[in-house]
T-cell receptor
Framework: RKEVEQDPGPFNVPEGATVAFNCTYSNSASQSFFWYRQDCRKEPKLLMSVYSSGNEDGRFTAQLNRASQYISLLIRDSKLSDSATYLCVVNNQAGTALIFGKGTTLSVSS | GAVVSQHPSRVICKSGTSVKIECRSLDFQATTMFWYRQFPKQSLMLMATSNEGSKATYEQGVEKDKFLINHASLTLSTLTVTSAHPEDSSFYIC?????????????FGPGTRLTVL
């Protein structure tokens, strides 16, 4: 089983749509969880950390289910500028480095 | 957030040559730096973890004699790809973290795109 698994997509949605991405991770000892955004041929940028109680940042909502080792990201009212690859990220066993999923590609069209 | 720079942003070299990539933390001291590699349509793969003043820790399958890492100061780490081969062509990204700050975030450099002919 891969350490971090994501549906690669692509997800093609119209502006204003709500879209959800899912991710599973294999290491039950992971303590830190993140969603990163990566634009084409650029470095990844932190979108938001994911907390056990779930957290929201504007149009973005992240949820964590430790029992199922499952992380989600919900984007409401999609904008054209949301088009990117969204990377699910967890920390490694030592808690120092990050393990990245392959990413889920989102394309928002007008 | 903190700023991490990489140089060069793009490099093209011939097979057999060595290429050095620099990663600098510009406004904080990076006690730990990480080197990742990303092939097209693949995830970022951690290559090695570099702690200032000590030897780097390499991930399984990464040849330490081929990918030389030096982290001589708290603001600079270098990755040297020795005897480059076309299969080494990839996007190399560094990230930096200040473990003393209590902030659990890594800051990424803009990446270096290496093409080996």
């Amino acid at each position: 089983r891969k350490e971090v698994e994501q549906d690669p997509g692509p997800f093609n949605v119209p502006e204003g749509a709500t879209v959800a991405f899912n991710c599973t991770y294999s290491n039950s000892a992971s303590q830190s969880f993140f969603w990163y955004r990566q634009d084409c041929r650029k470095e990844p940028k932190l979108l938001m950390s994911v907390y056990s109680s779930g957290n929201e940042d504007g149009r973005f909502t992240a949820q964590l289910n430790r029992a199922s080792q499952y992380i989600s990201l919900l984007i409401r009212d999609s904008k054209l500028s949301d088009s990117a690859t969204y990377l699910c990220v967890v920390n490694n066993q030592a808690g120092t480095a990050l393990i990245f999923g392959k990413g889920t590609t989102l394309s928002v069209s007008s | 957030g903190a700023v991490v720079s990489q140089h060069p942003s793009r490099v093209i070299c011939k097979s057999g040559t060595s290429v050095k990539i620099e990663c600098r933390s510009l406004d904080f001291q990076a006690t730990t730096m990480f080197w990742y590699r990303q092939f097209p349509k693949q995830s970022l793969m951690l290559m090695a973890t570099s702690n200032e003043g000590s030897k780097a820790t390499y991930e399984q399958g990464v040849e330490k004699d081929k990918f030389l890492i030096n982290h001589a100061s708290l603001t600079l780490s270098t990755l040297t790809v020795t005897s480059a081969h076309p299969e080494d062509s990839s996007f190399y990204i560094c990230s930096a973290r200040d473990l003393t700050s209590g902030v659990n975030e890594q800051f990424f450099g803009p990446g270096t795109r290496l093409t080996v002919l």
